[in-house]
């Protein structure tokens, strides 16, 4: 535990950050347990241009990332917390996005405890309202590795569906490494000699690669021809149905403008029905 409230702490943390820009020339960074620190720390940490010890944007933006993103792992089903992190009640900007702790749980809910889809509608309307800096920079995910996989817990088709939901919802899809290969075990090695891994597994012909090379390149570039993609990346979600007794329908909406292709409808089904 550091004394982030110390001027010399504040300023020592923000030039080890600065460094490993310097030295790797990385696009960002994930700042993990932020709740351990006060929200206010980061408005100094992210902002701070001309003092002594320059804040990570400015820095990162004199070297012409101007698009850097800080991102904190705020483990919390309050929205209105990890929001805190990203901006002061009067704007005053933090971080640049959150991990979407609270679609993750109930995402594990609907999809491996069969609670009623209309769980996800209570996040996805309440994403607006939380006081994010900016909701389509959240990271959202459905694994990581402080969990047990979705993959140990529901069939092989609700983990689909699951991830599904995930590539079709505006937000940065954060995908953890061996789901793209089917694993159940959290933190297993992907390759012989890690961790409960006595055989490589990067397989890019395998059932669960193949499903999410097809789902990346939906989301990225659509179909070819009729949509592009960036409707699932940047369009306005509706829900248009959900079931609040259990498992089953779950169907949303998506613009993106009035033209061709930047309109979609998904529809995921979670009953075995």
């Given at each position: 535990?550091?004394?982030?409230?110390?001027?010399?702490?504040?300023?020592?943390?923000?030039?080890?950050?600065?460094?490993?820009?310097?030295?790797?020339?990385?696009?960002?960074?994930?700042?993990?347990?932020?709740?351990?620190?006060?929200?206010?720390?980061?408005?100094?940490?992210?902002?701070?241009?001309?003092?002594?010890?320059?804040?990570?944007?400015?820095?990162?933006?004199?070297?012409?990332?101007?698009?850097?993103?800080?991102?904190?792992?705020?483990?919390?089903?309050?929205?209105?917390?990890?929001?805190?992190?990203?901006?002061?009640?009067?704007?005053?900007?933090?971080?640049?996005s959150a991990i979407y702790f609270p679609l993750n749980f109930a995402a594990r809910e609907v999809f491996a405890s069969g609670q009623p889809t209309s769980m996800l509608s209570e996040v996805l309307n309440n994403r607006a309202q939380a006081g994010y800096a900016n909701p389509d920079k959240l990271v959202t995910f459905i694994d990581n590795h402080d969990m047990g996989r979705l993959h140990a817990s529901t069939s092989g088709g609700l983990v689909k569906a699951a991830y599904a939901f995930l590539f079709t919802i505006p937000g940065i899809p954060q995908l953890y490494y061996g789901t793209e290969q089917g694993f159940d075990i959290t933190r297993k090695a992907m390759f012989a000699g890690g961790y409960d891994a006595d055989s490589d597994s990067y397989d890019t012909n395998s059932e669960w690669f193949t499903f999410f090379s097809q789902l990346i390149a939906l989301r990225r570039f659509g179909d070819g021809s009729l949509f592009d993609g960036s409707v699932f990346r940047y369009g306005s979600l509706g829900v248009l149905a959900a079931d609040a007794?259990?498992?089953?329908?779950?169907?949303?909406?998506?613009?993106?403008?009035?033209?061709?292709?930047?309109?979609?409808?998904?529809?995921?089904?979670?009953?075995?029905?």
């Open positions: 535990d550091l004394n982030t409230e110390h001027p010399v702490v504040a300023d020592l943390l923000r030039g080890y950050f600065r460094y490993w820009i310097d030295k790797t020339d990385v696009d960002g960074f994930r700042i993990d347990t932020v709740l351990y620190v006060p929200p206010t720390f980061f408005e100094g940490f992210a902002n701070d241009d001309g003092s002594s010890s320059t804040g990570i944007r400015p820095h990162a933006a004199a070297l012409g990332k101007e698009d850097f993103i800080l991102f904190g792992e705020a483990w919390t089903s309050s929205d209105e917390v990890a929001a805190s992190y990203t901006q002061a009640t009067d704007g005053t900007p933090r971080l640049d007794t259990g498992p089953g329908a779950f169907l949303y909406k998506l613009e993106n403008g009035t033209g061709l292709g930047q309109r979609a409808i998904v529809a995921i089904n979670t009953s075995q029905q």
